[in-house]
């Protein structure tokens, strides 16, 4: 079955920064890669997806690029802001029509003023 | 659009007592709804597929006797945790698929039960 990976565990940053977080994935069938931000107490928030046709997606300040050949892709986050803080979870799967998501472990961002 | 809504979003309750948390999808049908665990600090621990109209699908290791799963509608899956003891305390966060393909999937706000 599909396994994830997720780099790094924790990440600090200060206000303003870039941030970088990335996953690798085992299952060369899989085709769709979801971003999620999951904040204290709360439910995981999808930020940004993308599918295997597609190498990089772009959303204000956030960012996915996918490399099908390497089985990887990364989230970038611009211009972090303290509000950005929170755990970051990737998600790989195959289009099977519902979505059996397989997590990364997660990624702390945590912002500084 | 695409909400998610989980009740209650924290629960604590006495040892081998019955607790029942509700998902529902706001403002689209959802054919499937998933129900995760997640402890603090890890990832999302996948317990259970839901369909509507028919048995849910658990995964390995996951008590189906434990864990009553009812996806009765489109709109709505409950999941019971049966005769509750302090090792089931956890966070549980159902989830459900949107989209033509039934691609993307929107989480609930998530449920912290603590059983004394």
């Known amino acids: 079955g599909e396994n994830v990976e997720q780099h790094p565990s924790t990440l600090s940053v200060q206000e303003g920064d870039s941030a970088v977080i990335k996953c690798t994935y085992s299952?060369?069938?899989?085709?769709?890669f979801p971003w999620y931000k999951q904040e204290l107490g709360k439910g995981p928030q999808l930020i940004i997806d993308?599918?295997?046709?597609?190498g990089e997606k772009k959303d204000q300040r956030i960012a996915v690029t996918l490399n099908k050949t390497a089985k990887h892709f990364s989230l970038h986050i611009t211009e972090t802001q303290p509000e950005d803080s929170a755990v970051y979870f990737c998600?790989?799967?195959?289009?099977?029509?519902?979505?059996?998501?397989?997590f990364g472990t997660g990624t702390r961002l945590l912002v500084s003023p | 659009g695409a909400v998610v809504s989980q009740h209650p979003s924290w629960v604590i309750c006495k040892s081998g007592t019955s607790v029942k948390i509700e998902c529902r999808s706001l403002?689209?049908?959802?054919?499937?709804m998933f129900w995760y665990r997640q402890f603090p600090k890890q990832s999302l621990m996948l317990m259970a597929t839901?369909?509507?109209?028919?048995?849910?699908?658990?995964e390995q290791g996951v008590e189906k006797d434990k864990f009553l799963i009812n996806h009765a509608s489109l709109t709505l899956s409950t999941l019971t945790v049966t005769s509750a003891h302090p090792e089931d305390s956890s966070f549980y966060i159902c989830?459900?698929?949107?989209?033509?393909?039934?691609?993307?999937?929107?989480f609930g706000s998530g449920t912290q039960l603590s059983v004394l």
């Open positions: 989830s459900a698929t949107y989209g033509t393909g039934g691609e993307k999937l929107f």
């Open positions: 299952d060369s069938a899989s085709n769709y």
């Open positions: 993308i599918r295997s046709n597609v």
């Open positions: 998600a790989a799967t195959k289009n099977t029509g519902f979505q059996k998501l397989v």
């Open positions: 403002d689209f049908q959802a054919t499937t």
């Open positions: 839901s369909n509507e109209g028919s048995k849910a699908t658990y």
